[in-house]
């Protein structure tokens, strides 16, 4: 019997009666258009001890919780109408039952931003729930300051549905570091460290160091999805964090609600045919025989003679093959290219170009290697450095091969003809529309049963339709009914697929993964205990009906880490009309690992293909890091 899959749709009992019993809910809007995000009229009810929470719903009104008080009213008044643009502020008490239930939960959700956790830290900020773990903070060695305050926001969405994004709050010190667009660095909401180590809006009398809600440049803050090494590095995961948000919102709010995720029951598991991707080292192995590899060191100091030489050294142990050298592009091969990050640049001299008809992958050395870079030479370090190596020489590789194919236009990371298709098959994505596009562009990608391709892009033009059109359509349609259509597919009987978001993501076990983590058990990627817990997570599943087909990848199950990076998202797979179904005969274009670096793909890997040729054509490089 299948294990059941959590997702991140909630599940909630409410008595409305108690809680109207206990709390007071109040509106306050402005006249004017819509509020200004971070305005501090937002905040301003926080700093009364009676509030519990606010909520800031984008226009022209936000929301706010307090303790069952009558002089509840005549105190808001108090707190906001002297505030700046205060004559044109209205507030005004709320009966829950008008509310629509995603504002309800997220007030109770923000008010744990004055429950008192042992570790995990809650911010109700600008009308937002940001939950940070102590151990995140970064801070400059041997100096007792904090430099930035990575934090997690956890979001309810109309469809009840949580979610969760990573932010991070940098201190002013580092304000040189930070790229400032569309805002100056004053015109940021400035927040200081509270007495109980939480963050808060900066008043006027408040010295010391302030925050803003910005990343440094060329960095981001990445907190893994799971990590069952053990509870401290489960307590420091989102799920971690999740497990332990939605325990102090059941305890804090016993008897008036509980928050709980749905399970779904009823899917099939795809097995993961490795047989059928040619992407093993002894594969590619055989793919690089016929393609050389060349290393281009563009800064040619004497760091980078090391690094070069030691991406010679390891593509020689580790694929048995010899690379070529030399400080300049060599066209017909496959070209490693060594430069510093992009900070290191001036516009005029700005390596990063796009290179159409040769195949070239820049790797920046800091980017590449990080904290590896010393200068030392010693055995440790050599190991630091390999294991690097190890882990992303093989997207440097893949990559060059998907660029090679895309110029000789022939997959050979892929063995096609074992799909045994008889009739080509089309993939096709929108482009992300840049300032200089006065249309909205797709690429579509015709795979023929050879494996080799065509890409063309396309506009959709009413006057001289094409056999683009409809597939255009789709796309244009979707994006007026606010849908986020990832791809779709189409056969030569014009039976189409439409790929979408559905905002659902999976979720493991996490009170279980966190019981047998408090109790001592940290062995829980065996067989077992993989299918008891992690089910949610591991490889590929589907489920669905008739009218449509979800399904999501997760992490490959059998020998997989402790620490899982990213959440697995659930995607829905809807005919266009009355098209045939046929997403599950593609499902081995899933099973491969060279799309994300050895694990499964979360869409058909043409897609991979379609995204590196709208790079190119936009000359917009990646860059390896």
């Given at each position: 019997?299948?294990?059941?899959?959590?997702?991140?749709?909630?599940?909630?009992?409410?008595?409305?009666?108690?809680?109207?019993?206990?709390?007071?809910?109040?509106?306050?809007?402005?006249?004017?258009?819509?509020?200004?995000?971070?305005?501090?009229?937002?905040?301003?009810p926080?700093?009364?001890?009676?509030?519990?929470?606010?909520?800031?719903?984008?226009?022209?009104?936000?929301?706010?919780?307090?303790?069952?008080?009558?002089?509840n009213?005549?105190?808001?008044?108090?707190?906001?109408?002297?505030?700046?643009?205060?004559?044109?502020?209205?507030?005004?008490?709320?009966?829950?039952?008008?509310?629509?239930?995603?504002?309800?939960?997220?007030?109770?959700?923000?008010?744990?931003?004055?429950?008192?956790?042992?570790?995990?830290?809650?911010?109700?900020?600008?009308?937002?729930?940001?939950?940070?773990?102590?151990?995140?903070?970064?801070?400059?060695?041997?100096?007792?300051?904090?430099?930035?305050?990575?934090?997690?926001?956890?979001?309810?969405?109309?469809?009840?549905?949580?979610?969760m994004?990573?932010?991070?709050?940098?201190?002013?010190?580092?304000?040189?570091?930070?790229?400032?667009?569309?805002?100056?660095?004053?015109?940021?909401?400035?927040?200081?460290?509270?007495?109980?180590?939480?963050?808060?809006?900066?008043?006027?009398?408040?010295?010391?160091?302030?925050?803003?809600?910005?990343?440094?440049?060329?960095?981001?803050t990445?907190?893994?999805?799971?990590?069952?090494?053990?509870?401290?590095?489960?307590?420091?995961?989102?799920?971690?964090?999740?497990?332990?948000?939605?325990?102090?919102?059941?305890?804090?709010?016993?008897?008036?609600?509980?928050?709980?995720?749905?399970?779904i029951?009823?899917?099939?598991?795809?097995d993961?045919?490795?047989a059928?991707?040619?992407?093993?080292?002894?594969?590619?192995?055989?793919?690089?025989?016929?393609?050389?590899?060349?290393?281009?060191?563009?800064?040619?100091?004497?760091y980078?003679?090391?690094?070069?030489?030691?991406?010679?050294?390891?593509?020689?142990?580790?694929?048995?093959?010899t690379?070529?050298?030399?400080k300049?592009?060599?066209?017909?091969?496959?070209?490693?290219?060594?430069?510093?990050?992009?900070?290191?640049?001036?516009?005029?001299?700005?390596?990063?170009?796009v290179?159409?008809?040769?195949?070239?992958?820049?790797?920046?050395?800091?980017?590449?290697?990080?904290?590896?870079?010393?200068?030392?030479?010693?055995?440790?370090?050599?190991?630091?450095?390999?294991?690097?190596?190890?882990?992303?020489?093989?997207?440097?590789?893949?990559?060059?091969?998907?660029?090679?194919?895309?110029?000789?236009?022939?997959?050979?990371?892929?063995?096609?003809?074992?799909?045994?298709?008889?009739?080509?098959?089309?993939?096709?994505?929108?482009?992300?529309?840049?300032?200089?596009?006065?249309?909205?562009?797709?690429?579509?990608?015709?795979?023929?049963?050879?494996?080799?391709?065509?890409?063309?892009?396309?506009?959709?033009?009413?006057?001289?339709?094409?056999?683009?059109?409809?597939?255009?359509?789709?796309?244009?349609?979707?994006?007026?009914?606010?849908?986020?259509?990832?791809?779709?597919?189409?056969?030569?009987?014009?039976?189409?697929?439409?790929?979408?978001?559905?905002?659902?993501?999976?979720?493991?076990?996490?009170?279980?993964?966190?019981?047998?983590?408090?109790?001592?058990?940290?062995?829980?990627?065996?067989?077992?205990?993989?299918?008891?817990?992690?089910?949610?997570?591991?490889?590929?599943?589907?489920?669905?009906?008739d009218?449509?087909?979800?399904?999501?990848?997760?992490?490959?199950?059998?020998?997989?880490?402790?620490?899982?990076?990213?959440?697995?998202?659930?995607?829905?797979?809807?005919?266009?009309?009355?098209?045939?179904?046929?997403?599950?005969?593609?499902?081995?274009?899933?099973?491969?690992?060279?799309?994300?670096?050895?694990?499964?793909?979360?869409?058909?890997?043409?897609?991979?293909?379609?995204?590196?040729?709208?790079?190119?054509?936009?000359?917009?490089?990646?860059?390896?890091?």
């Amino acid at each position: 019997m299948n294990s059941p899959i959590k997702t991140n749709q909630l599940t909630y009992k409410f008595d409305q009666s108690l809680f109207s019993k206990n709390y007071d809910v109040f509106c306050i809007r402005t006249s004017d258009q819509f509020f200004k995000y971070g305005a501090y009229i937002i905040d301003a009810p926080l700093l009364s001890n009676n509030v519990c929470s606010v909520l800031f719903k984008s226009g022209n009104k936000l929301y706010v919780l307090m303790k069952s008080n009558d002089s509840n009213l005549s105190l808001l008044k108090d707190v906001t109408l002297k505030e700046d643009g205060g004559d044109r502020i209205t507030i005004s008490q709320v009966e829950v039952d008008t509310l629509e239930m995603d504002i309800v939960l997220q007030l109770m959700l923000n008010s744990l931003g004055s429950y008192e956790n042992p570790f995990l830290k809650f911010n109700n900020l600008t009308g937002h729930l940001y939950c940070f773990h102590p151990k995140w903070l970064r801070t400059p060695k041997n100096k007792p300051v904090i430099n930035q305050v990575p934090c997690l926001e956890l979001k309810i969405s109309s469809e009840l549905r949580l979610n969760m994004e990573v932010h991070t709050f940098t201190s002013e010190r580092l304000r040189k570091n930070i790229n400032f667009t569309t805002k100056k660095f004053e015109q940021y909401t400035k927040y200081v460290f509270s007495a109980n180590n939480t963050l808060r809006r900066k008043l006027k009398d408040d010295q010391g160091d302030t925050f803003i809600m910005r990343q440094i440049r060329n960095n981001k803050t990445e907190i893994p999805f799971l990590d069952i090494m053990n509870l401290d590095h489960f307590n420091q995961s989102k799920m971690g964090i999740l497990t332990t948000v939605l325990e102090c919102f059941n305890d804090k709010f016993s008897g008036i609600s509980h928050l709980e995720f749905t399970n779904i029951r009823d899917y099939q598991r795809r097995d993961y045919p490795r047989a059928v991707a040619n992407e093993s080292t002894k594969e590619i192995s055989k793919l690089l025989k016929n393609r050389q590899i060349h290393i281009v060191d563009c800064i040619d100091d004497q760091y980078s003679q090391k690094f070069c030489k030691e991406i010679y050294d390891f593509l020689s142990s580790e694929y048995g093959i010899t690379a070529s050298c030399d400080k300049q592009i060599s066209k017909g091969r496959l070209n490693i290219k060594a430069i510093h990050n992009a900070d290191f640049y001036d516009d005029d001299n700005d390596p990063h170009q796009v290179f159409i008809d040769v195949a070239v992958q820049h790797i920046t050395i800091e980017d590449f290697l990080g904290d590896a870079i010393d200068d030392k030479d010693d055995e440790d370090s050599k190991k630091k450095r390999h294991k690097k190596y190890k882990r992303k020489i093989p997207a440097v590789i893949h990559d060059l091969i998907i660029k090679d194919d895309l110029i000789k236009q022939k997959i050979s990371l892929f063995d096609w003809s074992t799909l045994e298709f008889e009739e080509d098959i089309d993939f096709g994505i929108q482009l992300t529309k840049t300032k200089d596009d006065q249309n909205t562009k797709h690429a579509f990608m015709t795979i023929h049963p050879d494996g080799t391709f065509d890409i063309s892009e396309q506009i959709y033009d009413p006057f001289e339709p094409n056999k683009y059109s409809q597939c255009i359509q789709i796309f244009e349609e979707a994006q007026n009914n606010s849908e986020k259509v990832r791809g779709l597919i189409r056969d030569t009987s014009n039976n189409i697929n439409v790929i979408k978001d559905t905002g659902w993501f999976t979720i493991p076990e996490i009170d279980r993964i966190k019981a047998e983590l408090s109790n001592g058990n940290t062995k829980l990627r065996g067989e077992k205990k993989r299918e008891e817990l992690l089910a949610s997570c591991l490889d590929i599943k589907m489920f669905g009906d008739d009218a449509a087909e979800y399904c999501f990848a997760g992490t490959i199950g059998k020998g997989m880490q402790s620490s899982i990076n990213c959440a697995a998202n659930i995607r829905k797979i809807e005919p266009f009309e009355d098209s045939t179904l046929m997403f599950e005969k593609l499902l081995p274009l899933m099973s491969v690992t060279f799309v994300r670096n050895g694990q499964l793909t979360i869409l058909p890997f043409p897609f991979k293909y379609l995204r590196e040729y709208s790079k190119r054509l936009r000359q917009e490089d990646p860059v390896i890091d």
